[in-house]
């Protein structure tokens, strides 16, 4: 088990930053690949973000590229995702995810912190 907490979330206005964080606890983090993905009112989830268990990969989505960077500590048992130049379209709760495999893919993610909204003014 892999029990994940999220935090750092909150209200901005557009272009502001925020860095979320997700702490871990459990089995060896060191091992698992880690995902951000959000979802909006109404919106299906959707990937943000990926960082495989080393480190050395990172996966984004194209809607966040440049802006967003992924990142993680494994000596503490974190990883952060860093958002940059925030829009209102990034206004969502954001959820960190685990999984021994890298994904993109929400479905494919075994353990789930449990959200943090980030809200983007205009």
């Known amino acids: 088990q892999v029990q994940l907490v999220e935090s750092g979330g909150g209200l901005v206005q557009a272009g502001a930053s925020l860095r979320l964080s997700c702490a871990a606890s459990?089995?060896?983090?060191?091992?698992?690949?880690m995902g951000w993905f959000r979802q909006a009112p109404g919106k299906e989830r959707e990937f943000v973000a990926a960082?495989?268990?080393?480190?050395?990969?990172?996966y984004y989505a194209d809607s966040v590229k440049g802006r967003f960077t992924i990142s993680r500590d494994n000596a503490k048992n974190t990883f952060y995702l860093q958002m940059n130049s925030l829009k209102p379209e990034d206004t969502a709760v954001y959820y960190c995810?685990?999984?021994?495999?890298?994904?993109?893919?929400?479905?494919?993610?075994?353990?789930w912190g449990q959200g943090t909204q980030v809200t983007v003014s205009s």
């Open positions: 459990g089995r060896t983090f060191s091992s698992y690949a």
């Open positions: 995810a685990a999984d021994p495999s890298t994904s993109v893919y929400y479905a494919e993610y075994a353990y």
């Open positions: 960082i495989s268990w080393s480190g050395g990969n990172t």
